[in-house]
Each structure stands twice: as structure tokens, then as C-alpha cells.
């Protein structure tokens, strides 16, 4: 089965620095998606960002950009000129592309807190 | 384009009291539709998910239920209400023509069974 692992429970970042949110995985399946949803206050969730497997190109969102490393199974969030606004829970989730296994899988989550 | 809706926002209700929350999507047509609870402090537990009007598979067997009595609608349902159902109900949806069926969430309904 796979398993979503986010090591980092909390970050702190300084407003207007860059702060790098890590998450690895684990599948034996070649093809997959993956995403970044963040959760403020509010708890709603809300995409951020997602990869796809077979795409060798990191996908990027505005300020928000993923370190894909599909052999090492790493994930990794970054955000650029961090804001307030950024200070949420992260999660990091798993998708297989499998009609018969498609839940999304969640990692714990890192909470960042966001200083001005 | 497309918006998800959920209520009540907030419901406090006591131990044993039915339950009802209600999940709407408009601005798409047959999308998957999936319930979520999350524990404070915790992640998310996928708890029911559907693919059609009348179609439901249970991740969690447990003392809810849920329905999806038209396309875009989804209920989450208990008969008897536990301490343990306490948490933040989050309804999703996903869409067939899109092949990373990404997820996209609602609002959330905060429960607290007292």
C-alpha cells in the first residue's frame, strides 16, 4: 500500500524568505499524482499544486514551486517570498492513476508559521 | 465555474441525536463526490465516496451513512450521534473528464457532540 510521509510537523519561515516543505512517498506504481493542499484557519482545504508522475518538468504555481524527485520518491513544497497569508497546515497527498485504487492518500501535514 | 457548498457550517448536537450534512456542487455535471473527517490535530480520513447517483462505497464502517439521492448532491447521515463523531466533516468533489481526478474541497462543517 503506499504511504505518504511528511517529516517535518512545524516550519517557520520569515515574511518574504523562501521555506521548503518536505514530503516523500511510497509506491511500487509507475504512474501517479501527486498534490500540495493547504489548510488555514478557515480549514478549508485548497490546492496548491500538483505533479504528475510521468511529467519530468516541476510544476509551478505562482510563488509556489515542487522539487519532483521520482527516484528518491521526494516531493518537496517551496515557497518564494513567503506572506502571512502562507501560514496554514500543509498536506502532501498521493493518487494513484488506478480506477480501482483511487483515494487520495495524506501525509500528517506540517504546520508553517509565517513571522513578520 | 465550479463551487462546492456545505451546511450547516458549525452544528452542536447531543450524544444520541440523529445527523444530518448536506454537500452541493454546482457548475459540473456527474462528479465524483467524497466525504472526509478530520480530528483536530489530525489528517484526513476518507469516508465515503460516490460515482454516481445511488452508488456509495464506505472506507470506514462506523454508525454513519451517506446518500447521494441526485447528481450533485451528497448527505452525510447518522442515526444516533457518539462522542467519537465529533470532528470537521469535509465534503469533496472530482471530475470524470479529468484524468488526475484532482479534488477539490469544501467549506467544512464543524460537529461537536456534546
Known amino acids: 500500500a503506499q504511504t505518504v510521509t511528511q517529516s517535518q510537523p512545524e516550519m517557520s519561515v520569515q515574511e518574504a524568505e523562501t521555506v521548503t516543505l518536505s514530503c516523500t512517498y511510497d509506491?511500487?506504481?509507475?504512474?501517479?499524482?501527486l498534490f500540495w493542499y493547504k489548510q488555514p484557519p478557515s480549514r478549508q482545504m485548497i490546492l496548491v499544486i500538483r505533479?504528475?508522475?510521468?511529467?519530468?518538468q516541476n510544476a509551478t504555481e505562482n510563488r509556489f514551486s515542487v522539487n519532483f524527485q521520482k527516484a528518491a520518491k521526494s516531493f518537496s513544497l517551496k515557497i518564494s517570498d513567503s506572506q502571512l497569508g502562507d501560514a496554514a497546515m500543509y498536506f502532501c497527498?498521493?493518487?494513484?492513476?488506478?480506477?480501482?485504487?483511487?483515494?487520495?492518500?495524506f501525509g500528517t501535514g506540517t504546520r508553517l508559521q509565517v513571522f513578520p | 465555474s465550479q463551487t462546492i457548498h456545505q451546511w450547516p457550517a458549525t452544528l452542536v448536537q447531543p450524544v444520541g441525536s440523529p445527523l444530518s450534512l448536506e454537500c452541493t456542487v454546482e457548475?459540473?455535471?456527474?462528479?465524483?463526490l467524497y466525504w472526509y473527517r478530520q480530528a483536530a490535530g489530525r489528517g484526513l480520513q476518507l469516508l465515503f465516496y460516490?460515482?454516481?447517483?445511488?452508488?456509495i462505497s464506505s472506507e470506514v464502517p462506523q454508525n454513519l451513512s451517506a446518500s447521494r439521492p441526485q447528481d450533485r448532491q451528497f448527505i452525510l447521515s447518522s442515526k444516533k450521534l457518539l462522542l467519537s463523531d465529533s470532528g470537521f466533516y469535509l465534503c469533496?468533489?472530482?471530475?470524470?473528464?479529468?484524468?488526475?481526478?484532482?479534488?477539490?474541497f469544501g467549506p467544512g462543517t464543524r460537529l461537536t457532540v456534546l
Open positions: 469533496a468533489w472530482s471530475s470524470l473528464r479529468d484524468y488526475t481526478d484532482t479534488q477539490y
Open positions: 509506491t511500487s506504481e509507475s504512474d501517479y499524482y
Open positions: 505533479q504528475e508522475a510521468y511529467k519530468q
Open positions: 497527498a498521493y493518487r494513484s492513476p488506478l480506477i480501482t485504487n483511487d483515494k487520495l492518500i
Open positions: 457548475g459540473t455535471s456527474n462528479p465524483n
Open positions: 460516490s460515482v454516481g447517483i445511488g452508488q
